[in-house]
């Protein structure tokens, strides 16, 4: 049975940082593309970034998030992480990992889905 399951989120004050964490089981991430996508209260669930399974490893980042967030895998330890720095109120989100069920390349087209970790960003 796949599962994803991310930690790391909490309750952050403006201008800090979290590290999000996609650990799988089940599934093994060093073969397909792997993304971040966040759900904000009222919102549909939108794209945050992506990493291919290519030896670049080439990531790909939503224009709110560029030069702020930054994905990583370490595949021995079969881990996604997301680092997010310089957090605003505007990035509280649920933040969902996902993994492609087939391809190598972003964006994803049929990915497992994890369940989720809360951020909230405020003072």
């Known amino acids: 049975q796949v599962q994803l399951v991310e930690s790391g989120g909490g309750l952050v004050q403006p201008g800090g940082f979290l590290r999000l964490s996609c650990a799988a089981s089940g599934f093994t991430l060093d073969s397909y593309a792997i993304g971040w996508f966040r759900q904000a209260p009222g919102k549909e669930r939108e794209g945050v970034s992506c990493i291919d399974s290519s030896t670049d490893g080439t990531t790909y980042y939503a224009d709110s998030v560029k030069g702020r967030f930054t994905i990583s895998r370490d595949n021995a330890k079969n881990t996604v992480y997301l680092q997010m720095n310089s957090l605003k109120p505007e990035d509280t989100a649920v933040y969902y990992c996902?993994?492609?069920?087939?391809?190598?390349?972003?964006?994803?087209?049929?990915?497992?889905w994890g369940k989720g970790t809360l951020v909230t960003v405020s003072s």
């Open positions: 996902a993994a492609d069920r087939s391809s190598w390349s972003c964006p994803l087209r049929d990915p497992y």
